[in-house]
């Protein structure tokens, strides 16, 4: 298989790319798998792609973003409650031969997301 995945997270409240926001990977085969953990650099993307093809499988993945922190550390949310803090999405990859790309826009009180290039 020559498929991998990548991901990057902008700030949309900000209008700019979202540094260090930790980001795991899970695969979810009956049981949810840790597989990769990472952080975005300066850009907002991960240095090198969170599922590279040496280790890439078709399935149903989860990727989770930990934005708590980076929300509050730029003033855009505070306390112990924030309303977004982990953001959690699933996803399949079912072409063992194509780049995925599952970006996150990010803003304090919502998101989205997309299959990008």
Known sequence: MSGYLTTHVLDTARGVPAQGIKIELYRLDG???LIAETETNDDGRTDSPILPQDGFETGRYELVFFCGEYLES?????????????????????????????????????????RGS
Do not use: W
């Open 74 to 114: 730029h003033g855009l949310a505070a306390g112990d409650l924030k309303f977004l803090d982990e953001i959690p999405i699933r996803f399949a990859m079912d072409d063992g031969a194509a780049h995925y790309h599952v970006p996150l826009l990010l803003s304090p009180y919502g998101y989205s997301t997309y």
């Open 31 to 33: 049981e949810r798998t």
